[in-house]
């Protein structure tokens, strides 16, 4: 059985413009019908949604028929929680909050095998090797592990050159509402000085060879960050998608209702 590819990181590595999905609900249900939509990656969110390696682990098995990559976000840099994504498989990481070099440092050492790295071995449990049935998983499994760091802080803008040169890094990704928040535009994700901070941290990820990332739901807003670099965004989430059109749908009926 050979090691499973990563969709995302081949087209991230060629710079193939990638649009993605952020999914909260939890239900493999839910993420099985987004898979269905054509986005080209998903990300299961266990930052602020309610999600476990428990209930990641059906949402991968849910989407693995379709052809969409799925990531995910953890709730923070935890070494032993980031184990356990890639071993239920997960193999894209969105780790969020890196703010310096010695974090980015840290979150490579958690997703490689030692003298490399801290993540413990345990392929005979582990769904990412199936079970030991790939030959090699061991020496091959970094192949196929994508590492995308998330920036939004003011901290985040300043040592960015720095977490970008750290080996293991594959990509970074624009946080608006939280850098928004940190340039004091709490709520202001379209101020124009945090418009200004993503699209001076786009063009210099892009320029670094690293791929370029950036929440946004705006169609314009998209192409203009894809002119400074952007290979890959996220355009919304599932959650977001299910409540607008419930009360659009309430609403019609009502003959009134809002968003």
């Not at 949402?59 to 052809?67: C, D, K, M, S, T």
């Not at 418009?195 to 807003?221: C, W, Y």
Request: contains cysteine; aromatic residues 6%; proline residues 7%.
């Amino acid at each position: 059985m050979d090691l499973p590819v990563n969709p995302f990181k081949r087209k991230l590595r060629h710079r193939d413009f990638q649009v993605g999905l952020f999914v909260g609900i939890g239900s493999p249900y839910a993420t099985e019908i987004v898979a269905t939509a054509g986005f080209d990656w998903l990300l299961i969110d266990a930052e602020h949604s309610p999600n476990t390696p428990a209930t990641a682990l059906p949402q991968l098995q849910a989407a693995a028929p379709y052809p969409v990559a799925l990531a995910l976000r953890p709730v923070d840099h935890d070494p032993a929680l980031i184990k356990q994504y890639l071993d239920i498989g997960v193999q894209t990481l969105l780790a969020p909050l890196v703010d310096d070099a010695a974090q980015a440092v840290a979150l490579v050492r958690a997703m490689r095998y030692p003298p490399r790295g801290i993540r413990g071995v345990g392929a005979s449990l582990a769904r990412a090797a199936r079970w030991n049935a790939v030959p090699g998983y061991l020496a091959q499994a970094e192949e196929e592990l994508c590492l995308i760091v998330q920036i939004e802080t003011r901290a985040g803008l300043e040592n960015l050159d720095a977490i970008l040169a750290v080996d293991g890094v594959d990509a970074a990704f624009i946080g608006p509402a939280d850098l928004a928040a940190s340039l004091g535009h709490l709520g202001e994700a379209r101020h124009p000085e945090v418009v200004a901070a993503i699209e001076g941290a786009l063009r210099r990820i892009a320029a670094s060879g690293k791929g370029a990332g950036v929440f946004v739901t705006d169609p314009q807003a998209a192409s203009r960050y894809r002119e400074c670099g952007a290979s890959f965004v996220a355009v919304g989430g599932d959650t977001t998608l299910l409540r607008t059109a419930a009360a659009k749908l309430c609403g019609a009926f009502r003959g009134g209702g809002s968003a």
